[in-house]
């Protein structure tokens, strides 16, 4: 039985769409899952391009895609809390279980983790074998559509729960997919006022529509002078770093008010310079950097927003088109118009 499949072929710029086999071995922890819906990350656009970092990261071929629903259609004979025809999504990080971080509990820093789509096969295909260890069991009712993007939506949760937002002033710094869902998040939970830095016009829009009280475009405007000017000279409670902009991250060791904490997420390749004196000690800043989600309190909190249906899902995901059209999904991604982009696998 064949199957089709997204891959990273070459160690050059774009993917190829390929028959391959549909897997069958099923081992004694694992479960086969026919996949319903997957979604395009970042990282997968990383990827398609051929970046610097893919280029030190990715070691061609595989199948590509992390962010995926689906329904469970076999279990090992030692699965025990997993069923046939479960809706699930599935953590995309695959931890040893065995080295010092994971034996604490901090599976999220697991010095042996391999990431789908990644390092090893990934779910841009029909079907995909993940271990029970992983998954993830969503309400029969949920929207495969919806749920696959559970993966950067814990990312998302994880960056701006780490530290308590509830009724503070939050800078949300770079509003792609993930900052969008960060904008959702702090509304959700009652942040006191959202303060969304983005330069695209359709991203600031998007923020503006999921709950941002306001959006300030660094091309228009002094980042810095305008976010003080909004919270009476005194800056933000929190800020949540998604851009890996070198001069975003820079201006927000400015606009941090004193003992405030910042959540980094946003990955960049150049050097960041700061006061740390007077920007970060004498501030008594505390800054966190997120690694993709703690396992498995973040997708508690992914699963608790989720059911209270108190995020705007159908507005974060913008664009949703067959698999096989997977590189114009690449090239919506690219423009930065687009909120998620969603692919649905051949039925």
């Known amino acids: 039985m064949k199957m089709t499949a997204v891959i990273k ?12 086999d549909v897997p069958t071995e099923v081992g004694p922890k694992d479960v086969l899952i026919k ?16 970046d610097k970092w893919s280029q030190k990261r990715v070691n061609p071929p595989h199948i590509m895609g992390h962010e995926f629903s689906g329904r469970v259609i076999k279990v090992g004979s030692e699965v025990t809390r997993v069923k046939v025809d479960d809706l699930v999504t599935a953590e995309t990080h695959l ?22 789509g ?4 990934g779910c841009f ?7 029970e260890f992983n998954i993830i069991v969503n309400q029969k009712d949920g929207d495969p559509r919806y749920l696959s993007i559970q993966e950067p939506l814990g990312n998302a949760v994880h960056t701006m729960l780490h530290f308590d ?48 009280d306001v959006v300030i475009n660094p091309k228009e405007e002094d980042v810095i002078a305008r976010v003080l000017e909004e919270t009476n000279g005194k800056g933000v409670d929190v800020v949540t770093e998604f851009s890996g902009n070198k001069s975003a991250m820079e ?11 910042m959540s980094m997420l946003g990955l960049t390749e150049e050097d960041i310079t700061f006061d740390i004196s007077n920007d970060f000690v004498f501030k008594g800043v505390t800054m966190y950097g997120v690694v993709g989600r703690l396992l498995f309190e973040t997708w508690d909190q992914v699963k608790t927003l989720i059911e209270s ?29 687009c909120g998620k982009v969603v692919l649905i696998p051949n039925p």
């Not at 072929?9 to 391959?20: L, N, P, S, V, W």
């Open 251 to 261: 201006a927000a060791f400015k606009y941090v008010k004193p003992g405030g904490k």
């Open 309 to 337: 249906d108190r995020l705007d899902l159908k507005q974060i995901v913008t664009h949703i088109l067959p698999l096989d059209e997977v590189e114009k999904g690449m090239e919506i991604m690219m423009s930065g118009n």
């Open 118 to 121: 990644v390092d090893i096969d």
């Open 95 to 116: 931890v040893c279980e065995t080295c010092e971080f994971c034996l604490r509990g901090e599976y999220h820093i697991c010095e042996n983790t391999k990431i789908i």
């Open 165 to 212: 937002i509830v009724d503070k002033d939050v800078a949300v710094v770079g509003c792609g997919p993930i900052g969008l869902m960060g904008v959702n998040i702090a509304k959700a939970v009652g942040s006191r006022k959202i303060i969304a830095i983005e330069v695209n016009p359709y991203r600031i829009e998007l923020a503006k529509k999921l709950g941002a």
């Open 35 to 50: 996949i319903l819906a997957t979604s395009i990350c970042g990282t997968d656009v990383h990827i398609y391009k051929w």
């Open 125 to 131: 295909t029909e079907y995909i074998v993940m271990p």
């Open 9 to 20: 072929d070459k160690r050059d710029k774009g993917c190829q769409i390929i028959e391959t």
